[in-house]
């Protein structure tokens, strides 16, 4: 089955300062790479997604990059704000109403 | 939006008896919903595959007979903690895809076994 890792586990920045969290993936038929952001109690919402078709995407402050032949995807944050502090969880899946493996979760800080 | 509903958003059981835990699609009907279980701090694990009108698929290691699911309607799945213990408390969460790709994830039910 897939499996997805993630790093850092925990990631601490200044505010305004840009965050980057990478993760890898280990099935090659895995074609859809969501991200989530979950803040303390609450559910995983998706902030930004992409397809294997595409290379990178960007929305506003946050971008994704795929690089399908190494199996690596990355999230990146610009102009990281207080409101950014969460979990942050990449995840894996075939696409269409597949399940999705999620990697363990990168804990971001932003301080002020 | 499409929305996902849980209940009940936390609960405090027992050790030895059993729970039921809800999950409702509001505003479309979902043939699949998913179950996982998130411990503090750690990832969100992938319990089992709810199917409409047939037999859940368990991820590996996890106990069907423990856990059980039921998918009666296109809107509603239900999870029963059977026979639950302290090592049961967790954070269950149902999510379910309105359209292709599209995950929504219900607001979780946090469960407290004494």
């Known amino acids: 089955g897939e499996n997805v890792e993630q790093h850092p586990s925990t990631l601490s920045v200044q505010e305004g300062d840009s965050a980057v969290i990478k993760c890898t993936y280990s099935d090659s038929a895995s074609n859809y790479f969501p991200w989530y952001k979950q803040e303390l109690g609450k559910r995983p919402q998706l902030i930004i997604d992409?397809?294997?078709?595409?290379g990178e995407k960007k929305d506003q402050r946050i971008a994704v990059t795929l690089n399908k032949t190494a199996k690596h995807f990355s999230l990146h944050i610009t102009e990281t704000q207080p409101e950014d502090s969460a979990v942050y969880f990449c995840a894996a899946s075939s696409g269409g109403y597949q399940k999705v493996t999620f990697g363990i979760g990168t804990k971001l800080q932003v301080i002020p | 939006g499409a929305v996902v509903s849980q209940h009940p958003s936390w609960v405090i059981c027992k050790s030895g008896t059993s729970v039921k835990i809800e999950c409702r699609s509001l505003?479309?009907?979902?043939?699949?919903m998913f179950w996982y279980r998130q411990f503090p701090k750690q990832s969100l694990m992938l319990m089992a595959t709810?199917?409409?009108?047939?037999?859940?698929?368990?991820e590996q290691g996890v106990e069907k007979d423990k856990f059980l699911i039921n998918h009666a309607s296109l809107t509603l799945s239900t999870l029963t903690v059977t026979s639950a213990h302290p090592e049961d408390s967790s954070f269950y969460i149902c999510s379910a895809f309105p359209q292709m790709d599209e995950q929504f994830f219900g607001p979780g039910t946090r469960l407290t076994v004494l």
């Open positions: 992409i397809r294997s078709n595409v």
């Open positions: 505003d479309f009907q979902a043939t699949t």
């Open positions: 709810s199917n409409e009108g047939s037999k859940a698929t368990y």
